[in-house]
């Protein structure tokens, strides 16, 4: 079990570029969550995945933000046009489907920094 | 919809104090409720949960949460602290049967000596 990795850690960009964020789940985990943090808050809920389907997105998730699953593996988070407003902790965690199945593994995230 | 509610934003406590961390939800159907733990400059980790059975249910670091419907509430208490329990708790809650997790704004547990 080597956890949840996200790819960068860091990442600094301008108002306005694009930016893309990796998460690898563990393995056997079919479903994926991405999350955003800013300090002070708890992780509020962006999007989340069954395998390669896109089961639900936050209502306050712009059309800036897109994310893919496409072979139910790995995950890619987009921002498009970056706005100083989405500098934030973005967390990817997984689930997977023996037993009891809740516990989420977070990984340590990627810090958007929007200058 | 559902949401959570963590009334206290920080609560200090002297080692070896008991401590309650609140947490209130709100849901119209029947909802999973968790407590999750972040440490200085780690990811989050489960502490407990509450699926159904028995409405106390014990985590890990000695820490224990009561499931009571009717005030809906879900708190988590510890007999006797030691600083290493400083760190950021967020309980969270999803509607059994789906896999969205709603957590609240956090409690910041910081241990005295």
């Known amino acids: 079990d080597t956890g949840v990795s996200q790819d960068p850690r860091h990442k600094i960009t301008k108002r306005g570029q694009n930016v893309t964020f990796r998460c690898d789940p563990i393995?056997?985990?079919?479903?994926l969550y991405w999350y955003r943090q800013t300090l002070g808050q708890g992780p509020e809920f962006l999007t989340y995945?069954?395998?390669?389907?896109?089961?639900?997105k936050s209502r306050l998730l712009s059309d800036r933000f897109s994310a893919e699953r496409p072979k139910g593996s790995f995950s890619t988070l987009e921002i498009q046009r970056t706005e100083q407003g989405d500098s934030a902790m973005y967390l990817c965690?997984?689930?997977?489907?023996?037993?009891?199945?809740?516990?989420?593994?977070f990984g340590s995230g990627t810090q958007l920094s929007v200058l | 919809a559902q949401s959570v509610t963590q009334l206290d934003s920080q609560v200090p406590v002297f080692e070896e104090a008991p401590v309650e961390l609140r947490c209130n939800y709100s849901?119209?159907?029947?909802?999973?409720l968790f407590w999750y733990v972040q440490y200085p400059n780690q990811g989050l980790q489960l502490l407990l949960k509450?699926?159904?059975?028995?409405?106390l249910v014990k985590g890990i670091n000695g820490f224990e949460a009561e499931f009571n419907k009717s005030q809906t509430s879900f708190h988590l208490r510890k007999p006797s602290v030691h600083i290493s329990d400083t760190a950021e708790y967020f309980c969270?809650?999803?509607?059994?049967?789906?896999?969205?997790?709603?957590f609240g704004t956090g409690t910041r547990l910081k241990v005295l000596a």
């Open positions: 965690a997984s689930s997977g489907r023996q037993g009891n199945n809740e516990k989420l593994f």
């Open positions: 393995s056997e985990h079919n479903r």
């Open positions: 995945f069954q395998n390669e389907a896109q089961l639900e």
């Open positions: 849901s119209s159907v029947s909802v999973y």
């Open positions: 509450y699926l159904s059975g028995s409405t």
């Open positions: 969270a809650v999803t509607p059994s049967g789906t896999y969205k997790y709603i």
